[in-house]
């Protein structure tokens, strides 16, 4: 298993600025996948980040919005620029195979 | 389109009353179905990954099968630790290797 760590672990922020979230892992992995819960929601893919390529961003997510860097095996970060009210979420940091999918704690994120 | 559906939305049981979760998918080239759990304000916790129909995997009090079109969380005994919200994924191609796609979850409550 993979043992993952964010920073922060929650945070608020006004409108219209930006905020840079931290994921850590405890092993070297290819392949890390940010991913957004709302409220009462369940988890819906931003984008994955493969070390040595641009991040594969899913439809509804754009890389003007949320800028991804994934500079090492064991590091990324995902930042939401701009942020709105709508942003307020729980974002979550993922690494896994197909054999299984190991989740960060999350970052909650409010935005006023 | 890749779907996950998951029912019902919240079960609540009392103490040691057995009962099951469903998880309905739709997918392309399905690789793998995986159960989650996650308690409040924390990141989902790994279970089980079924790969094939007929497979059966158990933990503890949770047992794990798989058909052509559906899996189930079979929750035997339950106590009021078992509590949280479960969540069912299915991962599928996607570019770049592979992608997960998450149901809504199951809202489990067991009563003392």
């Known amino acids: 298993s993979a043992v993952i760590s964010q920073k922060p672990s929650r945070d608020i922020c006004q409108r219209g600025t930006s905020l840079t979230i931290q994921c850590q892992v405890d092993?070297?992995?290819?392949?890390m996948f940010w991913y957004r819960q709302q409220p009462g929601q369940s988890l819906t893919l931003i984008a994955t980040a493969n070390q040595g390529s641009e991040a594969t961003y899913e439809s509804g997510f754009v890389i003007d919005k949320f800028p991804i860097s994934r500079p090492n095996l064991t590091f990324s970060t995902l930042t939401v620029s701009n942020m709105s009210p709508e942003d307020s979420s729980i974002y979550l940091c993922?690494?896994?195979?197909?054999?299984?999918?190991?989740f960060g704690p999350g970052t909650r994120l409010t935005v006023t | 389109e890749d779907q996950v559906t998951q029912s019902p939305e919240a079960l609540r049981l009392q103490e040691g009353e057995s009962s099951s979760l469903n998880c309905s998918y739709t997918v392309s080239g399905l690789r793998g179905l995986f159960w989650y759990r996650q308690d409040p304000g924390k990141g989902p916790e790994f279970l089980f990954t079924?790969?094939?129909a007929g497979e059966e995997k158990e933990k503890e009090r949770l047992k794990a099968t798989l058909t052509k079109k559906e899996s189930f969380l079979h929750i035997t005994a339950p106590k009021p630790e078992d509590s949280a919200t479960y969540l069912c994924a299915v991962q599928a191609p996607h570019t770049g290797g592979f992608k997960t796609i998450f149901g809504a979850g199951t809202r489990l409550f067991v009563k003392a």
């Open positions: 092993s070297q992995v290819t392949m």
């Open positions: 993922s690494v896994g195979s197909s054999y299984e999918q190991y």
């Open positions: 079924l790969y094939s």
